[in-house]
């Protein structure tokens, strides 16, 4: 399957590295060295000797997969977006740096990597995480997200948009039948 260029995206294919540019920047990955790639009318043709090793078809799908996420990537870029739960809890963005209150005792400074934009909403409850580079946009999400995990019981903290975080009772709705025949048990 070919990886079709867009407009205003230049493709450079030398000695097993590939290097697309575009209006959203520059990114450059080589190849594995059972992966050959070239650039015709328009379009980036891999191929794989899949002779010479057993997993060669899926270093095949895997490099043409990181091309395809690198000529998407400097054209439109890619974007994830975080939802902050909680009483109190909120971001604000100043150039590259990243204030949380997270109810912790101290405010939580994270700065992002180079090539990564951070927004904040009006709201300041929502984070974007932007760039044109997809595993570093991936990364720097988890990154954020790590900094408070949506806890299961109340649900608060950081988390993916339309992510779905499993709800656990809490120790009174869980208990309430078993603790009562319990303790009129005990007592015999």
Excluded: C, W
Excluded at 8 to 35: F, M, N, Y
């Amino acid at each position: 399957m070919p990886v079709v260029i867009p407009q205003g995206v230049q493709v450079v294919i030398a000695e097993g590295v590939v290097t697309v540019k575009g209006p959203k920047g520059q990114l450059q990955e080589s190849l594995h060295r059972l992966v050959r790639a070239e650039v015709k009318d328009g379009k980036v043709l891999l191929s794989a000797d899949l002779k010479a090793a057993r997993d060669a078809s899926a270093i095949y799908g895997m490099s043409r997969a990181r091309v395809n996420n690198m000529v998407v990537g400097v054209s439109s870029g890619f974007l994830k977006t975080l939802d902050i739960v909680g009483l109190g809890f909120r971001a604000e963005v100043a150039g590259q740096k990243m204030t949380l209150s997270l109810g912790k005792s101290h405010p939580v400074i994270f700065t992002a990597p180079t090539g990564i934009t951070l927004g904040v909403d009006p709201k300041k409850t929502q984070i974007t995480v932007s760039g044109s580079n997809k595993d570093l946009v991936g990364e720097t999400a988890a990154k954020i997200r790590g900094l408070r995990k949506p806890e299961p019981y109340k649900g608060t903290g950081i988390r993916y948009q339309g992510e779905h975080i499993r709800r656990k009772a809490g120790k009174t709705a869980a208990g309430a039948g078993v603790g009562a025949a319990g303790a009129a048990g005990a007592k015999k």
